[in-house]
């Protein structure tokens, strides 16, 4: 675990961050920091990639790794900053803003995948960061489970387009539904199957 080495050399308030949301083409992308009290807890021992968890496994570890932090922030970002940014850039400037918005500043930041440039904090890109930081694990149940809620409170609000059951990624029930019934609001128009569909008017 990348933590055990920070913490040897005396760097305790190690902060994680992971996102939610960059393949789907509807709703936003959140981002979530969060700084583990101790990241060897046993309170901790389930939480892993939240791609490898389960939805209700992903709940009940939601709140053991809220229970479990010294800090934690999850930001939102917009479908229209998306659309008027790109998503890599709005995926940084979203890991920027979370660690920014922690209430107790790290030594240090663990990302997965790709570096924060500009962050005065040291930090890591670490490949797989979701796998093998527990840091990152945990900002990933976070990120994943503040946005399904998002996309399930959506599905109430556009009823019929499955939103609750694929969270806005893109399947074949999703695009019927896009073609039958409009894009709506929360679609992004930067994606290249909505954009698609809005030059050919389906």
């Known amino acids: 675990m990348i933590e055990q080495s920070l913490l040897k050399a005396g760097i305790k308030k190690i902060a994680g961050v992971d996102e939610a949301g960059r393949g789907p083409c509807a709703g936003p992308l959140v981002v979530a920091a969060v700084i583990l009290?101790?990241?060897f807890s046993t309170d901790l021992k389930e939480v892993r990639d939240?791609?490898?968890l389960t939805a209700d496994q992903r709940e009940l570890?939601?709140?053991?790794?809220i229970s479990n932090s010294l800090s934690y922030s999850i930001i939102e970002i917009s479908v229209e900053e998306i659309d008027l940014l790109g998503l890599h850039k709005c995926n940084i400037e979203g890991m920027r803003r979370a660690v920014n918005a922690l209430q107790i500043k790290p030594e240090y930041v663990l990302t997965d995948g790709y570096p924060i440039p500009g962050l005065t904090t040291a930090n890591l890109a670490v490949w797989k960061g979701d796998q093998v930081a527990i840091s990152i694990s945990a900002a990933s149940i976070l990120a994943k489970v503040y946005r399904d809620r998002i996309m399930i409170k959506l599905d109430q609000d556009y009823?019929?387009?499955g939103l609750a059951s694929h969270k806005g990624y893109i399947t074949t029930l999703h695009t019927a539904a896009i073609k039958e019934r409009g894009v709506l609001p929360i679609h992004r128009r930067s994606f290249a199957n909505i954009a698609a569909i809005l030059q050919t008017g389906e």
């Open 50 to 52: 939240s791609k490898e």
């Open 37 to 39: 009290k101790n990241p």
């Open 159 to 161: 009823p019929n387009y």
């Open 61 to 65: 570890l939601y709140e053991v790794v």
